[in-house]
Structure formats: C-alpha cells, structure tokens
C-alpha cells in the first residue's frame, strides 16, 4: 500500500514564524498536492506538483510557498505564518489519472 | 469546468435506516470516487467508479455511477453507528490527470 507521511500530527507556531510542513510518499507516485481544510470550507487545494522542482499554484497560493526537490518530498512552507493560516493541512499523492491516498493530516495552531 | 456538488451536507439520522447521499458532477468525467473522512483524522479511499452502471460495495455501503444523468450515489443499509463520518466524492475532468475536484462533503451523524 502507498503510505503517505507527514511529519508532524500537532504543531503550534508563533506569528510571523517560518513554519515547514513537510510529507514523503514511498511508492514513487508522480504527484503531489497540498490541501488545507477548515470547517465549513472543504477542501482548498493550496498547491500541486506534478514532477520534481515542478509546482503549480491551487486555488488559495496566497502566504505559502513549496518545496519538491526529490519526487518522494513534498514541502509546503509558510513564510511568515498567520492567525489565519490556522487549519488543518493535508497532503495527497497520486500517480496518472487514479484516485489520491492521503496523509494523516497536521492540524496547525498559529498563535 | 467541472463542477461537483454533494447533497445533502449535514445528514442526521437512527441506526438502523437506509438513506442516499448524492453526487452530482456538472460536465463528462470518467472517474468518480468517494472518500471517507473520520472526525479530526485525514481521509481514505471507498471506492472508485469508472463506467457507467458501475455498482461497488462494502459492508453497509454501495457506490453507484450513471454517468448519463452525471450523477452518483452513496447508499447505506441499515446504518450503524460506526458509519459516522463525512463523505466526499470527487471526479477527475476528462482533460485532467492531476487535479480532483472535490465534493463539499456530507458529514453523516448516525445516532444510537
């Protein structure tokens, strides 16, 4: 089974912080996505990367940026993070044109 | 543009009934698939959808697909407590091999 990993299940940062979310998936799949989820909101896909050092930005780019130096590692950064970036970030992974298989989720508190 | 639409959002309801959630998708797409998503955890793969007719099941859940009418649906029989959830289908547009467009999701309370 594809097993998606993110690094952290809780983080709690500070404004203004630079935070790294980082997720790695094992079974060479080609791409990536970045997701946030807010009640309410369903899920807003922030960034996508369909091949290393590739990105294109999702529906809401604004405050991040990321990172795919390896096909296996996908970064998403928070430059200076905000009260508003607080949610729950989700990363994803598929290979072609087949379903996503998700990470466990890192629900982020900025403070 | 593809669009998905899910309905209804919020669906309460006993154990024991059999109830339909449905996923409407606006233009042709050939891949339909629905998630489940447990409170405060991330989500997982139930099925996947490809032709139409197709008819998938597990358990209490069937997932069906009539990509004429651009619609498919989630049933549950006799629902049990531990079927609580949100449900989300999604669909791929048909010039797309990268991007899901999501459903809003259907949280499901099924009460003892």
């Known amino acids: 089974d594809v097993k998606v990993t993110q690094s952290s299940r809780y983080l709690v940062k500070r404004t203004g912080e630079k935070v790294f979310l980082e997720c790695v998936q094992d079974?060479?799949?080609?791409?990536m996505f970045w997701y946030r989820q807010d009640p309410g909101l369903g899920l807003r896909l922030i960034y996508f990367s369909y091949d290393v050092k590739m990105k294109e930005k999702g529906d809401i780019p604004e405050g991040y940026s990321v990172s795919r130096e390896k096909k296996e590692r996908f970064s998403l950064i928070l430059e200076s993070a905000s009260t508003n970036q607080t949610s729950m970030y989700l990363c994803?992974?598929?290979?072609?044109?087949?379903?996503?298989?998700f990470g466990s989720g890192t629900r982020l508190t900025v403070v | 543009e593809l669009k998905v639409e899910q309905n209804p959002l919020f669906l309460s309801m006993q154990e024991g009934k059999n109830y339909t959630i449905y996923c409407n998708y606006s233009t042709t797409s050939d891949r339909l698939y629905w998630y489940r998503q447990d409170p405060g955890k991330s989500l997982e793969s139930l099925f996947v959808?490809?032709?139409n007719g197709a008819v998938k099941q597990e358990g209490r859940l069937m997932a069906s697909l009539d990509t004429k009418a651009r619609l498919s649906t989630l049933h549950i029989t006799a629902a049990v407590h531990d079927l609580s959830a949100t449900y989300f289908c999604a669909a791929f547009p048909m010039d797309s091999n990268y991007q899901l467009i999501w459903g809003a999701g259907t949280k499901l309370i099924i009460k003892p």
């Open positions: 994803a992974s598929s290979e072609g044109g087949w379903g996503y298989t």
């Open positions: 959808l490809l032709s």
């Open positions: 079974m060479d799949h080609e791409n």
